[in-house]
Nanobody, 126 residues
Framework: QLMESGGGSVQPGGSLTLTCALS????????MAWFRQSPGKAREGVAT??????????FYSEDVHGRFIISQGNAEHTVHLQMPNLKPNDTAIYYC???????????????????WGRGTQVTVSS
């Protein structure tokens, strides 16, 4: 089961941190990702985190690169998405996805993720 938390409403320039937790899995590698979907728009990738024995690798969309940070949490198979300096066009439902069969190689938005969360709303408005 995959669950997101941490969404909410903030003013432009505010910050939120989203958390995604995959339960029921005991492996030591994973490819986890954040996507978002705004009303009337297609779902788009935000960030990915691949972790495996001996390392981790991240990837960001151009929209958030240098602004958002994806990181592993202290709990097993948990990732955080730190979102500082939020803008109105960051408003969307944010979804977490995971592929715990990942062992090595590419962890990108095009991956066929078998697990998806229900989403958490992020609203940025003055």
């Amino acid at each position: 089961q995959l669950m997101e938390s941490g969404g909410g409403s903030v003013q432009p320039g505010g910050s939120l941190t989203l958390t995604c937790a995959l339960s029921g899995y005991t492996g030591n590698s994973n490819c986890m990702a954040w996507f978002r979907q705004s009303p009337g728009k297609a779902r788009e990738g935000v960030a990915t985190m691949a972790y495996y024995h001996g390392g981790e690798r991240t990837f960001y969309s151009e929209d958030v690169h240098g602004r958002f940070i994806i990181s592993q949490g202290n709990a097993e198979h948990t990732v955080h998405l730190q979102m500082p300096n939020l803008k109105p066009n960051d408003t969307a439902i944010y979804y977490c996805a995971a592929d715990p069969t990942y062992t090595t190689g590419s962890c990108r938005f095009s991956r066929d993720f078998p697990y998806w969360g229900r989403g958490t709303q992020v609203t940025v408005s003055s």
